[in-house]
């Protein structure tokens, strides 16, 4: 039957037909981006900052149905669903080819430069964490999609 045909794949160190199709056909990445003064910033900058911000922002990668920030460390929640709210834009970044193990992995390896200590709002925040998660995608999940798919 066709999941014996898998149950025999997976021990001889094969990836599930489930798997294999998944990762041929990639998994979306996106950007959340959240407003947390709630518009307050953009109404209330001009007389505190003395120019125009557009707000305070926030931001989390989401891939594999989780998103992932920094705040006290870095965080992973259902996608959508973080203590932020609601995100005010979604931004697709394009697909990831890599399987979910390895994003955890780097997520392991970031965990050593963003941690609760390291935090600072203006020069090591949330939006460093999502733009060094891009940057790993942009360079990692595409070169990874070539090594899968040249053997």
């Known amino acids: ?3 014996e045909r898998e149950r025999e794949r997976e021990r001889e160190g094969g ?6 199709t998944r990762l041929n056909s990639g998994e979306e990445v996106f950007l959340h981006v959240y407003d947390l003064s709630a518009g307050l910033g953009a109404a209330l900058s001009p007389f505190l900052l003395g120019k125009q911000v557009g707000g305070i922002w926030h931001t989390g990668i989401c891939v594999y149905g989780k998103e992932f920030y920094f705040g006290n ?7 959508g669903m973080t203590p932020c709210g609601v995100p005010q834009q979604i931004l697709s970044l394009g697909k990831t080819f ?3 193990e390895l994003v955890n992995d780097l997520l392991l390896e970031l965990s050593a430069t963003f941690t609760p200590e390291s935090y600072s709002l203006l020069h090591h925040n949330c939006n460093n964490f999502s733009n ?9 999940f595409n070169k990874h999609r070539v090594k899968l798919t040249v053997y």
């Open 73 to 79: 460390g870095i965080n992973i929640d259902e996608a």
């Open 132 to 140: 060094e998660v891009r940057k790993w995608r942009e360079n990692v």
């Open 1 to 3: 039957s066709q999941r």
């Open 15 to 20: 990836m599930s037909e489930a798997d294999e």
């Open 98 to 100: 890599v399987p979910e």
